[in-house]
């Protein structure tokens, strides 16, 4: 919570006397708080309590009659980490529901740009209706984070579910709520391949490389805590399977062509992370090959190149590759992103510290065809967030 922008939202209930507590604790675990108040708010608790509490001016209306300063009715929506309605009154939540935008709370909802939590907090009648129920599962289906509503004594005299949760529950939900990654990605499938293929040269020997799968298990890893379906083709590596990920195990370039090119198949996009053999033995022998006294002759053959064969029937997909130079390599990049077809390219220098196999940082710099994005030596996870960002970025709309 340290740090947090929480845009504390309250309504006209009576359960806004625990605003107060809510707002103490926020502050307490280290969250910066602002305070936005429906009209109706005002009668159960005052600004004045509020804007003690929270160390900032409360915004109730658009403009400040007095002098006519206006509010921005936006801006709160975009400073926020997270906007923690509570209470959140069943015609809030209706509001909500259907998009109107009457107040300057409702509009902060519609522009805010990350978390949205609301704690309901009614009479238990009106928290049964079927309009109740239903316009918390429109929200809920919009991602917004219902912290529920308790049972107990009601301030109508009536005993039910409707009671808003604690502040210290709703604290710990919000917490929970901000650890958690957006699921920007539901519903989206995506191809990603890792690590090192093996090409085999008899049952004993093989040829292969250096690559540790790090950089594209991490990229995985962040796709599915993001929502998206992924199938990780991966190549030879000693890391485990990334939660929520579907593995396809290959070890030569030819089977990991075939692995990725059938999950392409329905896929909104495929990240080439995987280091490929560029030739195999031309012939495989079927038994351990015995040393003699001279010198031994391997022949080899080219590979397919997976990426290129992808970019050649990617039609509106996203297609990310990376390049690993050790000279000229920024020109080579460059032809790669082309000859490939890649939407962008990541390019990774032999010549930087800390950016090579095995480490758990890495040092990129993002290409495409209009821009050149050098991005400072961070961890995998980091750098795995800032292209998965781009691919978001990228994404055509559904
Ligand atoms: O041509 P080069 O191997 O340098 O290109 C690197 C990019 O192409 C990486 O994204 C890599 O995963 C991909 N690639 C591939 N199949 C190959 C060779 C490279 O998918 N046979």
Known sequence: MQGKHIVL??????????AAVLCRLLKTAGAEVKVVMTPAAKAFITPLTMATLSK???????YNPENGDWHSHISLGEWADCLLIAPATANTIAKMATGIADNLLLTTYLSARNR?????????????????????????SRGVGIIEATEGEL?????????????ESIVESVAALLSEKKKSLQGRRFVVTAGATTEAIDPVRFISNRSTGKMGYALASE?????????????????????????VDVLSAEEMYEAAAAAFGNADGAVMC??????????VSPTKIKKGDGDMVIRLKRTRDIAAELGKIKGGRILVGFALESDNEERNAQAKLESKNFDFIVLNSLRDK??????????VTVIDKN?????????????AARIIDRIEQKLPNR
């Open 155 to 167: 301030a109508s005299g009536l005993h039910g579910k409707g009671r808003m949760a604690e502040p």
């Open 274 to 283: 995987a280091a490929v053999a560029d030739y195999t033995p031309e012939t």
């Open 223 to 247: 796709l599915a805590e993001r929502g998206a379906e992924v199938t990780l083709v991966s190549g030879r590596t000693a890391l485990p399977a990334p939660q929520g990920v579907r593995r």
């Open 9 to 18: 939202g309250i309504t006209g209930s009576i359960a806004a006397y625990k």
């Open 56 to 62: 900032n001016p409360i915004a109730v209306e658009f």
């Open 354 to 363: 800390g950016a090579c196999f095995g480490t758990d940082t890495n040092k």
């Open 116 to 140: 949205v939590a609301i704690a309901p907090a009614m009479d238990c009648d009106m928290f049964a209706h079927t309009a109740t129920q239903h316009n918390l599962d429109i929200l809920r």
């Open 371 to 383: 821009s050149y994005e050098e991005l400072p030596l961070m961890s995998k996870h980091e750098v």
